[in-house]
């Protein structure tokens, strides 16, 4: 049961009461963007901040965690375009189409935007929103219901710039799309930012989404994706910088008939990390893979919440997520799968693992399952421990040193979930990532 009932507001929602009421007349969108941003304000405001006696942020506590709410955004200053020109360069290799924002704003002359491929149709979210869009329209708001999640509705009030991004039908996308979200660093500030991906039916793309805010940026971005019939997505996301930020992120997904989903989250950076997922399966035959990888230290926070929605039959889906904890961080996995009376013969499995690198550290562990059909195979699984010390001896005892020989259990706990990335390049650079936050420790 949730509990809604609050006590007075905290400093944090007065400010982002004002903040909303300052920024309104200048936030684009028409009449119905408009209505719909009011009315998600509205449920907001009744509601607060995520807090603990709400059962899905019963392990992530935002009225606590955030103490203050820091001021918008604004237009990234000519510095700030020039400081942000090697943003994302960790993933050079990867041979990518970089669309850079700062500040959660689009920035097009850091952008590759020449000899876009046929059937790709990359947009500013703001521009769309302002001027009016057909995806708009059809997908905007629509993709997945959240049931009212308070962080989500804050964005849609807030939203002011994002990606807007269509795979026309039958089109195939060779070189990944690489988001790069990045700060200015002048000073702390509140982003929020919204994109909308639409792959139509038997397109194949792959989209890469990289976060590198630092500071105490307090970062609340949206992605609702569209999976058409038998298409082919690969969606990976990587979660990186330093400091003080705290990174709400919410995707909500639609998988179509025979589709195929792969998605990744990879957690190294930032205080507080809350990546939500709400995917649904529209239609029979689909296959999905949502894996993530977090490495955690110091007194990080990172939280992998999702919800699988089995609406239909004949569906796929496999979750594995590990999470590496160190020092005094904290992990928190929550994974619902939910099996609707019409998905008979669904395949759902769902494991997660965590590694206590420290006594000190904490892992909360909460898969769940609500069936409601009979012909299903559905399970879920929950490991938390130390290293294998029998293991670990076994390395030692032939001559490697202790912290070289636990680098490598890590890596090899690790890397079972980064594996699954198809694109070589990309996984490389993901595993060079490990290698370095190993390194740092030793």
Request: proline share 3%; hydrophobic share 45%.
């Amino acid at each position: 049961m949730n509990a809604n009932v609050l006590s007075a507001k905290t400093e944090a929602e007065l400010t982002l009461a004002k903040a909303y009421a300052s920024a309104k007349p200048n936030l684009p969108g028409d009449r119905k963007i408009q209505a719909l941003r009011e009315a998600a304000f509205r449920h907001f405001d009744a509601q607060g901040l995520p807090h603990r006696r709400i059962e899905e942020w019963k392990y992530t506590d935002l009225r606590t965690l955030m103490h203050d709410a820091k001021p918008l955004a604004g237009a990234p200053s000519a510095a700030s375009r020039a400081q942000a020109k090697n943003a994302g360069q960790l993933l050079a290799a990867m041979d990518a189409r970089r669309i850079v924002f700062i500040d959660g704003a689009f920035v097009p002359e850091l952008s590759d935007l020449s000899g876009l491929e046929k059937g790709l149709t990359i947009r500013s979210m703001h521009d769309a929103l302002a001027g009016g869009d057909a995806l708009i329209t059809a997908h905007f708001g629509k993709v997945v219901p959240s049931d009212g999640d308070g962080a989500i509705a804050l964005n849609t009030a807030l939203m002011t710039d994002g990606a807007l991004v269509r795979v026309a039908a039958g089109s195939t996308v060779e070189r990944p799309v690489l988001l790069v979200f990045t700060a200015s660093g002048d000073k702390p500030a509140s982003v929020f930012s919204r994109s909308l991906v639409v792959i139509e039916q038997d397109a194949r793309a792959m989209l890469v989404e990289s976060h590198e805010y630092k500071n105490a940026y307090q970062v609340n971005a949206v992605l609702e994706l569209v999976v058409g019939n038998e298409a082919h997505v690969d969606h990976v996301k990587i979660f990186g910088g330093v400091g003080d930020a705290v990174h709400i992120s919410s995707m909500m997904a639609s998988i179509g008939t025979r589709a195929r989903f792969n998605d990744f989250s990879f957690i190294t950076g930032g205080a507080v990390v809350r990546n939500q997922i709400f995917m649904r399966f529209d239609g029979e035959g689909a296959l999905a893979g949502i894996r993530g990888a977090s490495l955690l230290k110091g007194k990080q926070h990172a939280d992998n919440t999702l919800v699988l929605d089995h609406k239909v039959g004949g569906c796929q889906s496999r979750e594995v997520f590990k999470t590496v904890l160190d020092d005094e961080s904290r992990g928190v996995f929550q994974g619902k799968i939910i099996v609707r009376p019409d998905a008979q013969k669904t395949d759902a499995k769902m494991m997660t693992q965590a590694l206590l690198l420290s006594e000190d550290a904490e892992a909360d562990n909460k898969p769940e399952l609500e069936i409601f059909a009979d012909d299903v195979q559905c399970g879920h699984g929950a490991t938390t421990g130390a290293l294998d010390e029998d293991l670990k001896f076994y390395l030692m005892a032939r001559g490697i040193p202790e912290k070289e020989a636990e680098a490598l259990l890590v890596q090899a706990f690790v890397g079972e979930a980064i594996e699954g990335i198809e694109h070589a390049g990309l996984r490389d650079a993901l595993l060079g990532q490990v290698a370095s936050w190993l390194s740092a420790r030793v």
